[in-house]
């Protein structure tokens, strides 16, 4: 999906380099779970 495309990779690059995203951190969970659900 093209979310974890976009915010995967800076929650990714963030956690690497020690930099924080708190967005990203609570968004890619959530859009996560809600791709998993019916529909």
């Known amino acids: ?3 974890d495309i ?3 990779v800076i929650q ?3 956690r690497k380099h020690g ?3 708190p ?4 968004v ?4 996560a779970a809600g ?5």
């Open 1 to 3: 999906m093209e979310w």
């Open 23 to 26: 967005i990203s951190d609570v």
């Open 6 to 8: 976009r915010n995967g």
């Open 12 to 14: 990714r690059y963030g």
């Open 19 to 21: 930099i924080a995203v």
């Open 35 to 39: 791709s998993e659900g019916p529909g």
């Open 28 to 31: 890619v969970p959530l859009l």
